[in-house]
């Protein structure tokens, strides 16, 4: 093989805790043999809940022989979802690829999985052994997942051997979730009376956590009264108060085999079809094994060992807190910065530089030839064009900005050109969606924030996407409309004094702006105007003078909107705009605007009579069903208002 072999290793949420856990022992592994990983985020399989999430499985069509030789798939998660002959089935579809499944043990597939038994096992014989508990809740999940069935198989099992007998209302489903607990020993408590069992077992840390902050606001005493305890030994069991007796599964272990085996099945070789990994019960404050007043020590093991904290100052240091700030901060700059209304060619020109601010020295924007609008599909399929909108990368010097054309290639043959990149170690690939709609793929290889941070841009940079072209393709449709206007006859619609629209005119292409405004999602102002002191105008300096600032009304509105507003003369004095995209905030910029425009006249008209506006405004969003007239008539409202405090403020 020409390079270095590539695999992908594919998390359903590579932010979580538990795929960062396993993806430290696969960078361990790979980096020490000289091999490139790909990170694929893909969601749940079989998602059921009212989320886009499922838009995640749009990146694995890249998994193929042109872009990576192996794949391993974090399966443990995804059996909380999907049952196992699923999980099968869809790993094969991978074929020829070789694919190590790494969390759980999956029919037909190569497997690298923990042996949960001997530290759960020994979990549960330790609170009845060492603390004589004999009154032993389960706090469980009641789902598809095999690893919440067999740990209430064996806390049954280990209760049998102690001569305890099994109570079914001790069992409560928590669903793996924090919120889930709480609910669970909510409502036993409103069954049976009392909290009145002396230990919980919970088959996450999460649980264990909900069962905790529920005792302590319950004024239950951990442990002295009730021993709580978790599985999975996240990264908060070891620094909470009281930290968290638990189990560690070896994530990073089941890393780094899940890459032995499967850099054997490259080479062609056959190592086992399953890899165990043993698990170790972690004995720490929750259960009393160690002081509440011991810091230097974070466990006992199931052996006896001490497991001392490598670093005293923890996640909770000062200065770890600052980074993390420093990081948020930035973020929101970011996420402030995306909120401005932007079509594409706006939005390509600060994509590298906004990635760059958060650290991202290597990235590239894939958009399909044309979005795609999909329904909950169980297999997607690339487009045969798209093209690679922006890119960069600071170790090959490449740099694709707004300056230069974006490169077509065909996504079904690879994942990117080739050339663009150094090299393609530790890219992530994230689909860039926005609800029903996928336009494309982000990659990137993280910097040094938070992999959470990364998340959230990703989101927010897929929602920006959307709103640029959202507002292209608003501004391409009122572009045609602007051409049917052009090419419609004038006479008609065209107001010939001020070379606006008439009342015909712009209510016909009023309406039509209004609508595609709605359509694309985005609200907006109907604007009425008129000039202040008319009458007094005609009356001192005759018609002519009110024809002529009734043009310059009209020249002040030109200047003031954009080409794709929609400006026309009701009558009169009397204009109207229709502004999509309009907000409040930008609506107090309209008007000094309009104010400074006028100011800008009475300076250099030499003009013995003033020019003064009044302006009313009526909102419409989306959602909302209001025609065009009664847009006009809450504007025209408002204009009376308006011009009652202006009479107001002269006297």
Known sequence: MGRRKRIAFVADYIESEYSQKIYSGVRDYAVKHGMDVLVFSVGQLLDKSLSFDYQHLSVTPHLTPSNVDGIIFETGVQLNYATEDYVSYFLKSFAPLPVVSVGADIKDIPSVFCNGRTGFEALVTHVIEKHGCRRIALMGARNNSSDAINREKIYKEVLLAHNIAYDSTLIMDGGFLYDMALLALKSYKDVQGRSDFDAIIAVND?????CVDYLRQHKIKVPEEVIVTGYDDEIRSSIMSPTLSTVDQNLEMQGSEAV?????LIDGKSPPLKTTVGSTALFRQSCSCVSLSEHSLNALDQNGDRILNKDLTGLSSAGEWCLKRSQFIQVIHLYTEMQNDVNLIQFREHINSDLISIGILSAAV?????????????F???????TVYTAMDRYSGFWLGNTEAPIPFNPQERLIPDGLFADMDKMHV???YHTSTIYGYLIFRPGDYDVTVYEMVCNMFSNALSSAYNLTRSEEEMADLEKE????????????LTGVLNRRGFLNYGQKALEISLANGKGGMVLFCDIDGLKKINDSYGHSAGDNVIRTEAEILKKTFRQSDIIGRLGGDEFAVVAPHLSERKFQLVLRLIEDFSKQW????????KLSLSVGAAVYNVGESLSLETLLKKADDALYLEKQKKHAASK
């Open 430 to 432: 994230h689909a860039l």
């Open 485 to 496: 206007f052009a090419v419609a006859t004038r006479i008609s619609v065209t107001d010939e």
């Open 366 to 378: 894939v958009l399909f030839e044309h979005p795609i609008s999909t329904d909950r599909v169980e």
């Open 260 to 264: 032995r085996v499967l850099s054997e």
């Open 380 to 386: 997607f399929t690339l487009p045969p064009k798209a």
């Open 206 to 210: 999460q649980m264990a956590y909900a």
């Open 602 to 609: 009475n300076e250099s008209s030499g003009e013995r009579y």
